[in-house]
């Protein structure tokens, strides 16, 4: 698959374009010929060989320049949940979460490229399968399995689009193997025009591919309900607020299209068939149960909960591996420090819950792990994510950077969800199936007990705020909050808000100054345990300490002013930051390709 891929990659395309160049002659040196090669006759001559071809599309998910950790960890902050790493401008991952991203930003090259690479070879897979004799003239077997083959590289390429739109907005469009087209210097084509393309492959691709109880594959593997599920979030997208260039129609502001509400029914129609699907997609009962027991234990989720996992393994980045579990998360502080815990959860976002809201102590972990595998606790401004914790692993005392945690790219509650949003959008108010499929995610993090989750509000105003909280409750660490920020043009307002209510925090000002000051907890807790505390997060600390206990500074002191207000969002600026610069080296290569604000 190296060669095969390295034959046909967009990006020694463009290399080997600019050695003509330079060299004043193109045609002697594009002439000679790989010492190892697969032509596309051998690779796309059989099922399996095909089917290798795709898996080479479904790499480029993974590993340190996909969803192993900067698509992921590194693009996705800062938020109304979590800050990525505090510190100063490093013209690197910092300066990516706080907003101060330059065309130059050393993080920036690989991904976009990785994208690229990945829409690459999903349309070398899509332009050749149709042509196989096998898929027109196959037995039945060969031509399913090829149609398959083939809806899963149509899902593929509208994934990576999707990502690259997501942060960069309008890029050239590449619909064929670049080998094939003469303009490797495209300009950038309306995302409106790429989303419409992506969104019509993925009604053909929902056709071909067959649902999760027929394909006998894992969740790493695109199922029907993946298609379904990617295309309604994409529709979500193309029909809410994006950052519009100066060049564009919209002017250089957050704008929408005026037909938006097509896009929302698009949505809501995806979600519901399935939803129709319950033997295929279902809630698993515990929401714990998803991040402990199946993701970082490296087990299949058995509801479909999960709909699609990027896939990662290896033990390095060369093998689409992911350092979820050692960038992020809580630290073992044995011998030697063993992870980053890089990611910090917003004391704003910790008070979103409330106290009997069981995702709180799922999505939040506020302890380390000491060399006796025992927890001690963390302060509230040093609280870090915990959906993809080292001691839900089984190595967590591991000096490894790469523990084969896959990465969810769509779960079944996101769909109940868009359901939720989607129909609330459309009719102005929420229908009974729309308070339905929000109640039911909502219902569940409350551990099935109704009496918690209180008066679900039957408004068009109160159901989207609704909504928007309770996908930051569910869905929080999972990459989604930002973008669904920007769509909803709340990006700006949310973090200002942030900035206020820390502020405020810091200030001891109301309501912040009814919370505790010290937190009592148990020392030496095991693992299986966790932490036990003798007094309530919610409440001012008691007096006196409970016999046994041990006292932690819970407000954390000077840490909420060095760490948190003094990197979150440092840099953001609202109808300019919302998207990222284009790398340098992409602008260098493609004179046509017209930089973003930064």
């Known amino acids: 698959m190296k060669n095969i891929i390295s034959k046909y990659s967009l990006k020694n395309t463009l290399f080997f374009f600019s050695v003509a160049i330079a060299f004043g002659s193109c045609k002697k040196y594009l002439e000679v010929e790989p010492v190892s090669s697969f032509g596309p006759d051998y690779v796309f001559g059989s099922v399996n060989n095909a089917e290798s071809a795709v898996l080479g599309s479904y790499a480029c998910l993974g590993g340190d320049q996909g969803y192993g950790i900067r698509l992921s960890m590194y693009y996705t902050y800062d938020n109304d949940e979590m800050m990525g790493q505090e510190g100063a401008a490093d013209n690197e991952r910092r300066d990516i979460a706080h907003y101060n991203t330059q065309p130059s930003n050393t993080q920036l090259a690989n991904p976009f490229n990785q994208l690229w690479r990945g829409i690459e070879r999903a349309n070398i897979c899509i332009y050749n399968i149709p042509k196989m004799d096998l898929y027109t003239n196959g037995s039945a077997s060969a031509k399913a399995a090829l149609q398959k083959l083939y809806g899963e590289a149509l899902t593929l390429r509208a994934q990576y689009y999707f990502e690259i739109i997501r942060n960069w907005g309008d890029v050239p469009a590449q619909f064929q193997p670049s080998s094939f087209d003469a303009d490797l210097f495209k300009k950038q084509t309306d995302r409106d025009t790429l989303y419409n393309r992506i969104l019509a492959d993925l009604a053909e691709a929902s056709s071909l591919v067959p649902w999760r109880s027929q394909a006998g594959t894992t969740n790493e593997r695109i199922t029907q309900g993946a298609v379904r599920a990617l295309r309604a979030r994409i529709a979500l997208f193309r029909g809410g607020y994006s950052l519009r260039s100066q060049a564009s129609s919209y002017g250089g502001v957050m704008a929408r299209p005026a037909?938006?509400?097509?896009?929302?029914?698009?949505?809501?129609e995806e979600c519901g068939i399935i939803m129709q699907h319950s033997a295929d997609h279902s809630l698993n009962p515990s929401f714990r149960s998803v991040f402990k027991d199946a993701l970082c234990k490296y087990l299949e989720e058995p509801n479909g909960e999960i709909i699609w996992e990027a896939g990662m393994g290896g033990g390095s980045s060369n093998f689409g591996d992911s350092k979820l579990g050692y960038y992020n998360g809580p630290r073992y502080t044995g011998?030697?420090?063993?992870?980053?815990?890089?990611?910090?959860?917003?004391?704003?976002?910790?008070?979103?819950?409330?106290?009997?809201?069981?995702?709180?102590?799922?999505?939040?972990?506020?302890?380390?792990?000491?060399?006796?595998?025992?927890?001690?606790?963390r302060v509230m401004s040093d609280m870090v994510d915990g959906k993809f914790r080292r001691d839900w692993n089984p190595v967590p005392t591991s000096g490894a950077q790469y523990f084969g945690v896959n990465w969810p790219l769509i779960r079944f509650s996101d769909v109940l969800l868009m359901f939720a949003e989607a129909d609330n959008e459309i009719n102005q108010g929420p229908s009974g199936e729309a308070i339905a499929a929000f109640e039911k995610v909502r219902l569940r993090g409350y551990g099935g007990n109704a009496s918690l989750i209180g008066v679900t509000p039957a408004d068009y105003a109160g159901f989207f705020n609704a909504v928007m909280k309770e996908r930051s409750l569910e869905l929080g660490g999972e990459g989604i909050r930002k973008y669904d920020l920007i769509r909803w043009n709340k990006l700006g307002e949310r973090l200002s808000w942030v900035k206020t209510q820390l502020a405020a925090i810091v200030a001891n000002q109301p309501p912040y100054d009814q919370l505790p000051k010290d937190m009592y907890y148990l020392p030496n807790q095991p693992m299986a345990t966790g932490m036990v505390w003798g007094n309530s997060f919610y409440k001012p600390t008691p007096a006196s300490v409970p016999a046994g206990y041990s006292t932690l500074a819970w407000l954390g002191g000077s840490g909420m002013t060095s760490k948190l207000i003094e990197s979150f969002a440092r840099s953001f600026e609202a109808d300019k930051k919302e998207l990222l610069p284009f790398p340098q080296s992409a602008i260098d290569v493609n004179p046509n390709l017209v930089q973003n604000e930064y």
Not at 341 to 364: E, G, H
């Open 335 to 377: 011998t030697a420090s063993q992870g980053n815990s890089a990611l910090t959860i917003i004391p704003t976002y910790f008070y979103l819950f409330d106290s009997t809201d069981l995702r709180r102590d799922v999505t939040c972990a506020y302890y380390n792990i000491n060399g006796s595998l025992q927890l001690a606790g």
């Open 259 to 268: 037909d938006y509400l097509d896009y929302y029914r698009i949505a809501k």
